[in-house]
């Protein structure tokens, strides 16, 4: 019998159940009287959404495909070395750990140093956890994002964002 209940199932199917009873408590949650155009309670329900939409299709992916190795560990380090076993740092939960620490420290630094700053240093170490070189063009994709969610956050959302070191 094939097995039914691999990683990506599992996780898909909590997810589902799990990010629609955080939006029911969203939904429920008393309401701030804060003078914006899109209340604060519309993120997380929003998030939480594309959670269910992603579990979704994440789901239908795992029906799909037949299970075997990741593409990542697969994938030999070099040419010269087929058989080598990946480095520690370019493993995927490698990069998971990576990910989650770099969004803990960009939560710490973002009252400091502000949205803009935090975010660009965010954007641009982010991409070299998931893909070494590129330096350029991970610098103007990082600029170029952060500046449009800061002003579309600010201008047409009016939603208060932190200043810090910029004043902004």
């Known amino acids: ?3 039914i209940f691999n990683f990506n199932r599992l996780v898909a199917v909590l997810t ?3 990010a629609t009873f955080l939006i029911v ?5 008393p309401r701030p009287n804060v003078p914006q155009i899109v209340g604060p309670h519309v993120w997380p329900i929003s998030i939480l959404g594309l959670m269910i939409i992603c579990a979704i299709f994440l789901f239908l992916q795992t029906i799909r495909k037949k ?13 010269t070395e087929p058989d080598v076993d990946l480095k520690w740092y370019r493993k995927p939960e490698m990069t998971a750990v990576l990910t989650i620490a ?19 240093l965010l954007v641009v170490y982010q991409t070299r956890v998931i893909q070494k070189g ?3 063009r ?26 810090g070191l910029l004043g902004w």
Do not use: Q
């Open 138 to 163: 991970n610098i103007i994709t990082a600029v170029i994002f952060s500046l449009a969610v800061y002003f579309g956050m600010t201008k047409l959302l009016m939603v208060n964002l932190p200043p």
């Open 134 to 136: 590129h330096w350029a």
């Open 67 to 79: 299970e075997g190795p990741s593409p990542c560990a697969a994938a030999p380090v070099s040419d």
């Open 25 to 29: 408590l969203a939904y429920r949650a």
């Open 102 to 120: 770099g969004l803990l420290v960009y939560a710490f630094l973002l009252g400091t140093f502000g949205f803009l700053i935090c975010t660009i």
């Open 1 to 3: 019998m094939k097995n």
């Open 16 to 18: 589902i159940p799990i």
